[in-house]
């Protein structure tokens, strides 16, 4: 039996609005996107959105940093 992904309500808006702010997506903002591919609740919208940052990551203007989080430095 598969367990079903359901995001915190708003993650994605904030992780949009700090990847896009910052420009760059960490590891851990990865394996949350990750995570909302397999949300079956996602809206159309929120497929959009997760499809225009992958296509700004695949053309360099989001970088990847393979820190786990950029809070403190980490």
Known sequence: ?????HLI???LGELFAEVNHH????LA???GLM???FDETLTEEEKRSIDRLLRAV???KI???N???MVNGL
């Not at 420009?23 to 960490?26: A, F, W």
Request: no cysteine; aromatic share 12%; hydrophobic share 35%.
């Open 29 to 31: 903002d990865r394996y």
């Open 63 to 65: 970088k990847l940093v």
């Open 67 to 69: 820190q786990l989080s």
């Open 35 to 37: 995570a909302a591919i």
């Open 9 to 11: 309500p708003s993650a």
């Open 23 to 26: 420009r760059y997506i960490t």
């Open 1 to 5: 039996m598969e367990t079903p992904v």
């Open 58 to 60: 695949y053309r360099g």
